[in-house]
């Protein structure tokens, strides 16, 4: 789940129908993959509004020392 997410996020183009199917051969239902596009991309959805409004980080949220 974690890699398809990742490469979702990532390299959106390039998921195919190979990654579904192999979230399908660990025992994710259509409906699970469904799910999980479906936050992967709200979230890529939400945070490009914010960074492209320059919506600053809330003060509790701790910064990257990286």
């Known amino acids: 789940m974690l890699t398809y997410a990742v490469k979702l996020t990532r390299t959106p183009g390039e ?3 190979g ?11 259509d409906r699970d993959v469904l ?8 979230y ?3 945070n ?3 960074d492209g409004l320059g919506i600053d980080i809330e003060d509790w949220y701790p910064e990257d020392d990286a």
């Open 19 to 29: 990654d579904v199917d192999a979230l399908r051969s660990v025992g994710f239902s």
């Open 15 to 17: 998921v195919v129908e």
């Open 48 to 50: 490009r509004i914010a």
């Open 35 to 42: 799910d999980i596009c479906e936050v992967v991309a709200y």
């Open 44 to 46: 890529a959805y939400a």
